[in-house]
């Protein structure tokens, strides 16, 4: 029997080309089966190639589609930081308290004051100082501050020297001095916000 050439043996089983027989050029049968033989050549390069390059293709198409479905969750997840922050922006930043120093002397005119050390927010403190004995730390109303009227005070401090208030609220707060130094200028007014 001859032996098929390793050139004429199939390729992969997935693509079988139909099976030729080798025919004398008259048209005739052989007439010994030696000299007949089967052929099943191996399928051509490019019929592999294209096989190939179809899979690859698939491969690719799917990659593609898993890279653009990485792609939209990676924008996804940057659109979602971004909007995070946005959102913090926009919160209003928690700050500390600030302690202001007030210097509470006689014979001072505290009428711009408030716009030299402002603003003032809910929270801050004043911390008044004065010479105990000549000068308190008195708060009123609006009218008892254009009166200089502390007959009717919220609070009044005159024990010690200093004295720490803070801006609990959004309000505007009123402070007088009762020695007789309000007419002078020596009165106060602070507005605090939020």
Known sequence: ASRVPDSFLPGPRS?????????????????????????????????????????RTS???TSSEEEARVM???RAAWAAVLVAVAACAALPAKTTANKIKVNWLPNTNYSGWEQ????FYKGDWLVFYYTAGQADVVEVNESGYNRCDASNAIYN???GRSFAF????????????????CPGGMRLA???QK
Do not use: D, M, W
């Open 59 to 61: 491969r690719c198409s």
């Open 166 to 181: 803070e801006l609990n609220e959004t309000k505007t707060y009123y402070f007088i001095c009762s020695f007789g130094y």
């Open 157 to 159: 401090y005159s024990k």
């Open 15 to 55: 693509h079988v080309p139909p099976l030729l027989f080798l025919r004398p050029r008259s048209g005739r049968p052989p007439s010994h089966p030696t000299t007949t033989f089967l052929l099943c050549p191996r399928p051509a390069r490019s019929i592999l190639k294209k096989q190939e390059t179809a899979a």
């Open 190 to 192: 602070i507005k605090s």
């Open 72 to 74: 939209e969750r990676r």
């Open 116 to 119: 030299e050390h402002g603003p």
